[in-house]
C-alpha cells in the first residue's frame, strides 16, 4: 500500500476568489495548478486546510463524517489568516460533488477517502507582508487512504517538551507554518529518544501533538485540555468525547499538567492516546520526560482506547447507529 496522502485522484474541484467573489466550480486536473512566484501564500503563508472522510458502508453507500464541522472549521482558519471569506455552503457542495464523482474509488473499510480541502492566497504582491491578499485558491483534493494501522496498531512513544507548538494565538488554525514550525523539534525527538512525535507542553500545560489532540484516560475518566486559542480543536477529540459521555464516562475537558499526567499515568489501568482523523484513537504506550521513560498503564494501549476507536468507527462505516446525526449521504 501506498504512503498516507500520496495517492491523488485525477481530478479535484476548485473555486477562485477575485473581484470580490466566487468563481463556479469547477473540474480540473489535479497535477497542477498554475500560481504567481509572488503569490501571497508562498511567502507569507496565508494557507489553511483541513482533512475530512468519506465512507463505504456496506449497502454501497458512500457517508461523509461531520463535514459541517471541517467546513466551519475552515471558515475559522481563514478569517484568522485573513484570506477572503469562504462559503460554507458551496464548499459543502464540492466537496459532495468530487466525492460522488470518484465514489468508485472510496475503499472499503477500513480503508476511506480523505478530503483536503485546502484555501491558499494567491493575489501576486512581496510588497503584502502585513497585508492580506484579496484573492484566493479553494480547492478539494481526494486521496484514497488504507488501514492506518496495517502494520498493527503500535502504541507511540511521546517526548514532553516544555515548548509551543506554535505561536499561542495560531493555535485553532489549521496552516502550514504551525507544522513548519513544529518539525524541527520532531525531527530532534525522533534522531534523540526515538519518539514518534512530540506532546507539547509549555509552562508545563499538556496541549496536544504536530497534528493529534492528547487524551488521558484514567478508569472512567477521559481528561483533557479544554478548549481555548491556543490549540487546534480537533473534529475527532469533540466525537470521542461524545461517545464517551454516550457510554457514561465522566469528561473532564480542563488543564492538566506534566506533573499529573506523569503521575496518572504510571497507575496501572491508565490509558493515552492521540486522536485525530488520518488515525482515529492511537494509543499512548510511553511518555519520555526529562530524560525518564513513563510507562503509561500496561505500555500496549488499553481496553478503552480499542472500545472508542471500534465506536467511532463503526459509525463511519454504517456498523452502528448514527445517534448524532454526523454523517451525511452522498450517494
Ligand atoms: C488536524 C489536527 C488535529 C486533529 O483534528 P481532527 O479534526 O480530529 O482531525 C489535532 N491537532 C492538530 C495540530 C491538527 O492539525
Request: charged fraction near 20%; hydrophobic fraction near 40%; aromatic fraction near 6%.
Amino acid at each position: 500500500m501506498a504512503a498516507f496522502g500520496t495517492v491523488f485522484t485525477p481530478e479535484m474541484i476548485i473555486s477562485h476568489f477575485h473581484n470580490n467573489s466566487w468563481s463556479q466550480p469547477e473540474l480540473v486536473a489535479t497535477d497542477s495548478i498554475s500560481l504567481h512566484p509572488g503569490a501571497h501564500v508562498l511567502h507569507y503563508s496565508s494557507t489553511c486546510f483541513e482533512g475530512l472522510k468519506a465512507f463505504r458502508h456496506a449497502d454501497g453507500g458512500i457517508y461523509v463524517f461531520r463535514m459541517d464541522k471541517n467546513v466551519a472549521r475552515l471558515a475559522q482558519s481563514s478569517q484568522l489568516l485573513a484570506l477572503p471569506q469562504i462559503d460554507g455552503a458551496m464548499l459543502q457542495q464540492m466537496i459532495l460533488d468530487i466525492v460522488k464523482r470518484y465514489a468508485a474509488d472510496v475503499p472499503n473499510p477500513p480503508g476511506s477517502m480523505y478530503i483536503r480541502p485546502t484555501h491558499i492566497g494567491t493575489e501576486a504582491s512581496i510588497g503584502k507582508a502585513a497585508a492580506p491578499s484579496l484573492e484566493s485558491m479553494l480547492y478539494v483534493l481526494l486521496s484514497p487512504v488504507g488501514d492506518y494501522f496495517a502494520g498493527g496498531a503500535k502504541p507511540l512513544r511521546l517526548l514532553l517538551e516544555d515548548s509551543a507548538r506554535c505561536a499561542a494565538h495560531m493555535g485553532m488554525v489549521k496552516s502550514g507554518g504551525n507544522y513548519a514550525s513544529a518539525l524541527q523539534p520532531i525531527m530532534k525527538a525522533r534522531a534523540a529518544v526515538q519518539a514518534d512525535q512530540v506532546l507539547f507542553c509549555p509552562n508545563g500545560d499538556v496541549q496536544e501533538t504536530g497534528a493529534a489532540n492528547f487524551l488521558l484516560i484514567d478508569g472512567n475518566e477521559i481528561i483533557t485540555k479544554a478548549l481555548d486559542s491556543s490549540f487546534l480543536h480537533g473534529v475527532t477529540r469533540d466525537s470521542i468525547l461524545t461517545l464517551a459521555r454516550d457510554r457514561g464516562m465522566k469528561v473532564s475537558e480542563r488543564e492538566l499538567t506534566v506533573d499529573e499526567l506523569l503521575e496518572r499515568a504510571q497507575k496501572p489501568g491508565t490509558e493515552a492516546a492521540l486522536s485525530g482523523t488520518a488515525a482515529v484513537l492511537t494509543p499512548v504506550g510511553t511518555l519520555i520526560h526529562a530524560g525518564k521513560e513513563y510507562q503509561v498503564g500496561s505500555g500496549q494501549g488499553g481496553t478503552t482506547t480499542a472500545a472508542l476507536r471500534q465506536a467511532l468507527n463503526d459509525i463511519q462505516w454504517g456498523k452502528a447507529e448514527d445517534k448524532h446525526g454526523w454523517l451525511v449521504k452522498v450517494c
